[in-house]
C-alpha cells in the first residue's frame, strides 16, 4: 500500500489545505484517503496519482471500528493517471459513510472513472447516504489510452485504443466474498448474508467536454439497493449524453433502482432490455 496521505483510526476536526502531491507512479499509490473519521475538510490541494486521487473509505483495515462522516472535499485539483479521481469504498466491515459533499472540483486529464461509488466484498450492514457532487469539471484527453500492468504488478504500459472510453460515473460494488488479504477474495456462497444499501446520492452540475462519457448504475436483489438517486444540471450544457445512460446486464437489474429523478432527457434501459427516453 502507497497511500500518500492517510486520515483514519476516528481522527476529527481536521483540515487539510493547500496540499501538492505527485510523483505517485505505481499501483495503489492512491493520494488522499479519508478513512473511519469525521469533520474533515480538504480544500485547495493538487493531486497526481496513478491510482486513486481522494478516497472517503469506510471501515476495513485492523482496528478501524468508527463510521465515516462529515467529509468535505472543495476546489481540489485532480490528475488521475489510472484510477478513480472521486471515490466513495466500503469494504467488509459494517460501516455507515455518511454526509459526504464534493463540490467546486476540477478532474483533469480522466483516463479512467471520475466519480465512483462502491463495496468491496461486502457486509451485512453497509450503508452509503446523503451525497452531494456539486459543480465538477473533467477535462479529457484524445486519444484515450487503455492501460494495463506486466506481471511485476510495477511497471505500466499504455497502448492507444480508439475503442476505449473512460466513465463518468460507476455505482457498484465487486469481489463479493472473503476479503482474503492483497485485495484477493473467496467468492460468496449462498449461505452468505449481505446488505449494501446506497442512498440519498445527488449529482448537481457536473460538466465535461467529453460528451460520450458514459456511466454504470448497477444493483442486485437482496445485496445491493439504491434509493433516491437524483441526477440535475443545465439542460444548456446537454449531460444529457454524459451520465445519464444506466446500463444493465443479465445478472443486474437496474430497474429496481427506486425514485430515479432525472432532471434532463435521459436514456433508461427497462428489465426487458428496451431503450426508455424520459424527457425532462
Excluded at 461509488?117 to 457532487?133: K, P
Excluded at 504500459?157 to 475503442?163: F, G, K
Aim: net charge positive; aromatic share 12%.
Amino acid at each position: 500500500m502507497f497511500w500518500t496521505l492517510i486520515i483514519r483510526n476516528s481522527c476529527k476536526n481536521i483540515i487539510i489545505d493547500n496540499i501538492k502531491i505527485i510523483g505517485q507512479w505505481r499501483y495503489n499509490s492512491d493520494g488522499i484517503n479519508l478513512c473511519c473519521s469525521e469533520n474533515v475538510v480538504v480544500r485547495n490541494c493538487f493531486v497526481r496519482s496513478f491510482d486513486d486521487c481522494i478516497v472517503v473509505r469506510g471501515a476495513y483495515l485492523n482496528e478501524e471500528e468508527d463510521n465515516t462522516k462529515n467529509i468535505l472535499v472543495e476546489n481540489c485539483v485532480l490528475w488521475c493517471d489510472w484510477g478513480k479521481s472521486l471515490e466513495i469504498w466500503a469494504g467488509d466491515k459494517p460501516c455507515c459513510i455518511n454526509n459526504i459533499t464534493f463540490t467546486n472540483n476540477y478532474l483533469i486529464h480522466l483516463s479512467m472513472i471520475a466519480i465512483d461509488i462502491r463495496a468491496w466484498f461486502g457486509s451485512n450492514a453497509t450503508r452509503i447516504f446523503n451525497i452531494l457532487y456539486s459543480n465538477i469539471f473533467i477535462d479529457t484527453d484524445k486519444p484515450y489510452s487503455s492501460l494495463f500492468f506486466l506481471r511485476t504488478g510495477t511497471d505500466r504500459v499504455t497502448q492507444e485504443n480508439h475503442c476505449y472510453m473512460p466513465q463518468l460515473l460507476s455505482i457498484n460494488y465487486e469481489k463479493l466474498g472473503k476479503s482474503m488479504g492483497n485485495q484477493q477474495h473467496f467468492p460468496a456462497t449462498e449461505s452468505d448474508n449481505f446488505s449494501l444499501k446506497y442512498f440519498n446520492i445527488v449529482f448537481e452540475n457536473i460538466y465535461s467536454n467529453e460528451k460520450q462519457l458514459k456511466g454504470r448504475v448497477l444493483t442486485k436483489p437482496k445485496i445491493l439497493d439504491i434509493n433516491n438517486l437524483i441526477f440535475k444540471t443545465l439542460p444548456a450544457r446537454k449531460l444529457n449524453q454524459i451520465a445519464a445512460i444506466i446500463q444493465n446486464n443479465q445478472s443486474w437489474r437496474c430497474y429496481k433502482i427506486l425514485n430515479l429523478a432525472v432532471f434532463w432527457s435521459t436514456l433508461l434501459y427497462n428489465k426487458d432490455k428496451k431503450l426508455v427516453v424520459i424527457q425532462c
